[in-house]
């Protein structure tokens, strides 16, 4: 019985119409119920204070920088992707376009004049540098 009931499962999930609904809903899902996350690290030297921005796969032209105010930043990434998938066989062709925005403030740890905010973006990271304020007492 226990092997009837697992075969029968198999069966029913190895249909592969079945297989494509159930991957486009959990698509859909995803995209529609998961906010784009970006992950953020912050680093700290005597000089520098550093931000990073995990962005992988991501264009130059779709990252965005804005100062707010003195003590924050607006990040802004646009995911813009087509696929196209082309059948010669069956002469059909399937194409899907997916567009999302992601935002995301950074607090800065101290007001900062926007002219001492150097940014760039290397290997799938944004990389933001801004001059280190604080002073670091040496403790011996």
Do not use: C
Request: aromatic residues 10%; without cysteine; charged residues 30%.
């Amino acid at each position: 019985m226990k092997k009837d009931l697992s075969h029968m499962l198999d069966s029913f999930f190895d249909d592969r119409s079945l297989k494509k609904l159930l991957y486009t809903l959990d698509e859909y899902v995803h995209r529609t119920f998961s906010p784009i996350y970006i992950p953020i690290d912050v680093r700290e030297t005597k000089e520098q204070y550093i931000i990073i921005a995990h962005l992988p796969n991501v264009k130059r032209e779709n990252v965005h920088l804005q100062f707010i105010d003195d003590t924050r930043l607006l990040l802004s990434v646009v995911y813009d992707e087509q696929t196209e998938t082309i059948d010669d066989e069956k002469k059909m062709i399937h194409r899907q376009r997916t567009y999302e925005r992601a935002t995301k403030s950074i607090f800065l740890p101290y007001p900062v004049r926007e002219s001492d905010i150097q940014a760039s973006l290397q290997d799938g990271k944004l990389i933001i540098r801004l001059p280190q304020k604080k002073t670091f007492i040496p403790i011996e």
